[in-house]
């Protein structure tokens, strides 16, 4: 059985900063890309960022400038630290894994608050 399991998230003031973390464990094959998507309320999930397994790095505009995404891959691993927080960040963040072999996995969601 494969798990996502995200930690980092909090409450933090605006122009802070926060790092996420999201480990993939179990039987999975290797991944080709990690990512992270966030969902406010009343809103849909949306893309935050993702990277490949060589290192290509993708951003939604609202983000760019402010965020940074990273991997392990050795540890299946994807990280996503946050500079720079704004409010509007404020969301359910949820680590994504897709395979180049199998079904796509979500974590749990992890909650970031930013106050203003």
């Known amino acids: 059985q494969v798990q996502l399991v995200e930690s980092g998230g909090g409450l933090v003031q605006a122009g802070g900063s926060l790092r996420l973390s999201c480990a993939a464990s179990?039987?999975?094959?290797?991944?080709?890309?990690m990512g992270w998507y966030r969902q406010a309320p009343g809103k849909q999930r949306e893309l935050v960022a993702d990277i490949s397994r060589v290192g290509r790095t993708n951003y939604a505009d609202s983000v760019k400038g402010r965020f940074t995404i990273s991997r392990d891959n050795a540890k299946n691993s994807v990280f996503l630290q946050m500079n720079s927080l704004k409010p509007e960040d404020t969301a359910v963040y949820y680590c994504?894994?897709?395979?180049?072999?199998?079904?796509?996995?979500w974590g749990q969601g992890t909650q970031v608050t930013v106050s203003s």
């Open positions: 994504k894994a897709i395979p180049y072999v199998g079904r796509v996995y």
């Open positions: 179990g039987s999975i094959f290797d991944i080709n890309i």
